[in-house]
């Protein structure tokens, strides 16, 4: 079992910066993942990582403005979100995959934190 918590979301200005964090407990030796929903929308891939943190995978709109990276020892994953824009608004999720293999699709991950709003204003 694992437990996922967020934080970090907020408000912030178009061409700013915010940082969020996953926390887990449990067994956390998996991948994760960032997703994110906008209202109406479904759940969009944002960013892979790895346990190891050897493989990155980012999705096409955040690539060079986002960078996830993680802290094995203290259990944490972290989503640094650089150049924001207003359609990066929405609730942000980490989740954990229990497979091995790399996967951009939210139904192939096991386990979701709440998430965490982020809105970014013009």
């Known amino acids: 079992q694992v437990q996922l918590v967020e934080s970090g979301g907020g408000l912030v200005q178009a061409g700013g910066s915010l940082r969020l964090s996953c926390a887990a407990s449990?067994?956390?030796?998996?991948?994760m993942g960032w997703f994110r929903q906008a209202p109406g929308k479904e759940h969009e891939f944002v960013a892979y990582?790895?346990?190891?943190?050897?493989?990155?995978y980012y999705a096409d709109s955040v690539k060079g403005r986002f960078t996830i990276s993680r802290d094995n020892a203290k259990n944490m994953v972290y989503l640094q979100m650089n150049s924001l824009k207003p359609d990066d608004t929405a609730v942000y999720y980490c989740?954990?995959?229990?497979?091995?293999?790399?996967?951009?699709?939210?139904?192939?991950?096991?386990?979701w934190g709440q998430g965490t709003q982020v809105t970014v204003s013009s």
């Open positions: 989740a954990a995959r229990t497979q091995y293999s790399v996967s951009y699709y939210s139904k192939e991950y096991d386990y």
């Open positions: 449990g067994r956390t030796s998996y991948a």
């Open positions: 990582i790895s346990w190891r943190g050897e493989r990155l």
